[in-house]
């Protein structure tokens, strides 16, 4: 699949919105894994970009599936995601992946972003 990156909304955040990781699944099998930190660069309804210094295996080969947690003002934001791609940064490793999310928590994320990006125009 095809990582969209010209979805019509797509929250871009500067700073970097840290946030926690823990691998939900690797080929659809559970795994017993511990928190990770990361960093959001972009997110969106279905889709987020983020940031870490875990070398996840190759999304080619595997699915792997993300809980990812973050709060966004005062809003805790949980999902999970797959990722679709990966590539090496100068801080890490840069990953996107594609949100499993119904439409509640689509409405959700747009809520949070678009409070976030009210509150970041005023300052």
């Known amino acids: ?18 946030g926690s990781f823990l691998i939900h699944t690797v080929n659809q099998k559970e795994v017993q894994a511990s928190n ?7 997110l969106s309804p279905k889709g987020i970009g983020i940031e870490t210094q875990y070398d996840f295996p190759d999304p080619v080969n595997y699915t792997i599936t993300l809980q990812i ?6 809003a805790t934001l949980t999902f999970l995601g797959n990722i679709l791609w990966k590539k090496t940064t ?3 490793f840069g990953y996107g992946l594609e949100l499993l999310t119904d439409e509640a928590s689509q409405k959700e994320i747009i809520s ?4 976030h990006a009210l509150k970041q125009s005023s300052t």
């Open 69 to 74: 947690s973050c709060t966004i003002d005062e």
């Open 36 to 42: 990770g930190k990361l960093s959001i660069i972009n």
């Open 1 to 18: 699949m095809r990582y969209n990156r010209d979805e019509s909304f797509r929250y871009e955040f500067r700073p970097v919105l840290e």
């Open 90 to 92: 100068s801080k890490g």
């Open 112 to 115: 949070q972003l678009k409070k």
